[in-house]
């Protein structure tokens, strides 16, 4: 069965640093695999998405995340942090046959002044 | 965005009751889920649906129950609600394009079961 695993629960930085966001994921095949941001009191938004070829992917709001087989790893980076980051962020993997997506339990991303 | 729209948004029930939440969408896809998110598990899903009157167990099935007469809508149903059922109800849809599964959240729905 597939599964994800995000091994931060929190993760706090200061506004305009690097942000880098660890998932690993355990599939049997080539996976597809998302980052969902979700604000307080809002549904989940795909910030980007990995099917196949270029292993590094770019998303929206100066996102990108880079897929590396060997690691199994799928991690969520952005060179300079704004305040309004600040969300909860999901990664998770998807499988064929009728579409199901498997998610991992979050990460809570602070940005502080 | 996607159509997608949850109804209520938020409802405070006694246990026991039956307790029905609606999702409705408007782009026509074959897809639809529903999941629960409780901190600590991230969603987890509970029925999922791949067409008219096709549905199908997730994770979380036990209590729930679903229905989806027409494509744009999807039911979920708690028969006898009880507190473990307190939850943030989300509804999402897919579609099969070539270009994997991605999927499309609507709002949510904030059950209280007291």
């Known amino acids: 069965a597939q599964s994800v695993t995000q091994p931060d629960i929190h993760i706090t930085v200061s506004e305009g640093a690097s942000l880098e966001l660890r998932c690993n994921y355990s599939?049997?095949?080539?996976?597809?695999l998302f980052w969902y941001v979700q604000s307080p009191g809002q549904g989940l938004q795909l910030l980007l998405k990995y099917f196949s070829g270029d292993t590094l992917v770019q998303g929206i709001k100066g996102f990108e995340a880079e897929f590396k087989r060997s690691q199994s790893s799928f991690n969520l980076r952005k060179p300079s942090v704004h305040w309004s980051d600040a969300a909860e962020y999901f990664c998770a993997v998807g499988s064929g046959g009728y579409q199901k997506v498997t998610f991992g339990t979050g990460t809570k991303l602070q940005v502080i002044p | 965005d996607a159509g997608i729209t949850q109804s209520p948004r938020h409802k405070v029930t006694e246990t026991g009751t039956p307790v029905t939440l609606r999702c409705h969408q408007t782009e026509n896809h074959r897809y639809m889920y529903w999941y629960r998110q409780d901190p600590g598990h991230g969603l987890r899903l509970i029925h999922y649906s791949y067409g008219v009157k096709d549905t199908d167990k997730g994770e979380v099935s036990d209590g729930y129950s679903v229905s989806r007469s027409k494509t744009e809508d999807f039911l979920l149903t708690l028969e006898s609600a009880t507190s473990s059922q307190t939850s943030v109800y989300f509804c999402?849809?897919?579609?099969?394009?070539?270009?994997?599964?991605?999927?499309?959240f609507g709002p949510g729905t904030r059950l209280t079961v007291l």
């Open positions: 999402a849809i897919s579609s099969r394009d070539g270009r994997g599964n991605e999927q499309f």
């Open positions: 599939y049997g095949a080539t996976p597809y």
